[in-house]
């Protein structure tokens, strides 16, 4: 399964609306990493291939949902995304965790088998 392009009112569904909450409760079924990038950031067109071979290798037990900044300026704000790419982890517990910077394949693939797949396995 392809990664998947989320506009702010897709989060606010499936991940979490923060108009409507005050405190964070994960909407989503599976653990989720979130990229928040824009088309114009070298690093995350470092990271895009990346994410889409880990949302093939993966599918099924997580979801990779893409955010473009510069198009969803209020959910970049809400996050207070100051970098790009930023990626919003999400583990099986629903608990958030935030990591600017590309990150290589092999810490992507240790954070998913030992963050967000560790409650589930």
């Not at 990779?64 to 930023?86: H, R």
């Not at 099986?92 to 963050?115: N, S, Y």
Request: proline content about 7%.
């Amino acid at each position: 399964m392809p990664t998947i392009q989320m506009t702010t009112q897709d989060f606010k569904e499936k991940v979490f609306n923060y108009e409507t909450e005050q405190d964070w409760k994960y909407l989503g079924q599976l653990p989720a990493i979130i990229d928040f990038y824009a088309d114009w950031c070298g690093p995350c067109k470092m990271v895009a291939p990346i994410l889409e071979e880990l949302s093939n290798e993966y599918e099924g037990r997580i979801v990779i949902y893409k955010i473009n900044t510069d198009v969803e300026q209020e959910l970049s704000s809400v996050f207070g995304i100051q970098s790009i790419p930023t990626m919003l982890f999400i583990g099986a517990d629903g608990e958030p965790v935030m990591q600017p910077g590309a990150l290589p394949k092999h810490v992507f693939r240790q954070v998913i088998e030992e963050k967000l797949l560790k409650a589930t396995v």
